[in-house]
């Protein structure tokens, strides 16, 4: 049976938090806390070329992860798999014999991609499409009217796509914020979660009211929260973020536009400041 989590696009109080993992045990937690899907990683095609150079995570998750996962989670479970080729049919069936709910498609380069996707998904499962290329960014008024049900920019690959070397570039030029209006009323998502206190050289309390501000449904918890939480409740940290969530969406507009002027001051300081 296919699990879906609720596809709603007029509630803003919940937003959905995505943790990469195979660690059955923080796996387990994870839900117990609130976390509302795991991702296994299946993406290395390409990839550490891409990324040479960049503080990056590349992962080597495997079939057998997602099966030990499904065994023990009522959450779903994300495949993200390699960008499109002629063994993603392949890919796609392995996954879902394994126990994937979720398909996530990385690296698409324009619609007619993600399409193909879709349709070799066939509604067997749901589908999350990373937008994470210069030119997808660019031809993203084709992805509204196509049947996806996630989308999620992905901010490092994108930068390296635009031949950059600062991630906030993204937000900082807006582009960010035009996907966002581009793909209104539709399920996409940005950034990095980690503790509320936690974030540097961008406080995440920050980078959390922005993505309030654009009406983010979904984003995923940073490498960095596995390492802040050490020693700590999960699950306290967990509600703190859904909390502060709550509270940033109840801002006035004045408010929402106080901080997310402070905010821009904030990415402009931290660019004057940074070495690339």
């Known amino acids: ?36 899907c795991i991702i296994v990683d299946w993406e290395q095609s390409g990839k550490r070329q891409r ?6 995570e590349i992962n080597s998750d495997t079939p057998e992860d997602v099966a030990a996962l ?13 960008p499109l080729d002629k063994n993603t049919a392949q890919e796609i069936q ?7 709910q979720i398909i996530m498609l990385p690296m698409a380069k324009n619609p007619k991609e993600v399409e193909q996707f879709i349709s070799l998904v066939n509604g ?3 589908t999350l499409v990373q937008i994470e290329t210069q030119t997808l960014v660019e031809q993203c008024h084709e992805l509204r009217n196509l049947d996806w049900n ?21 937000l900082e030029d807006g582009t ?31 980078i959390l009211h922005e993505m309030a501000r654009l009406n983010c449904h979904l984003s995923v918890l940073r490498r960095t929260f596995k390492s802040e939480i050490i020693g700590r409740n999960l699950q306290a940290e967990i509600q703190a973020i859904r909390a502060a969530w ?31």
């Not at 990324?51 to 990056?56: G, H, L």
């Not at 920019?153 to 930068?159: A, H, I, V």
């Not at 006035?252 to 001051?265: G, I, M, R, Y």
């Open 150 to 170: 996630y989308a999620y920019l992905g901010l490092n690959d994108l930068m390296i796509s635009r031949q950059k070397t600062w991630i906030w570039d993204l």
């Open 176 to 206: 960010v914020e035009q996907i966002f209006q581009v793909l209104e009323n539709r399920q996409v998502g940005f950034g990095g979660v980690t503790r509320i206190s936690g974030g540097k050289p961008v406080p995440f309390l920050e």
């Open 1 to 36: 049976m296919l699990y879906t989590m609720s596809n709603t696009t007029t509630n803003f109080d919940h937003v959905k938090l995505f943790l990469f993992t195979t660690d059955t045990l923080l796996a387990k937690q994870a839900e117990q806390a609130g976390v509302d």
């Open 51 to 56: 990324q040479i150079s960049y503080s990056t």
């Open 246 to 276: 709550v509270a940033a969406r109840l801002r006035s507009p004045e408010a929402v536009l106080q901080d997310h002027l402070a905010f821009f001051e904030r990415l402009r300081a931290t660019k004057k400041n940074a070495t690339f």
């Open 124 to 126: 067997r499962a749901q």
């Open 70 to 82: 499904a065994e023990i989670l009522t959450i779903p479970i994300t495949v993200r798999i390699n």
């Open 94 to 100: 392995i996954a879902l014999d394994s126990g994937a």
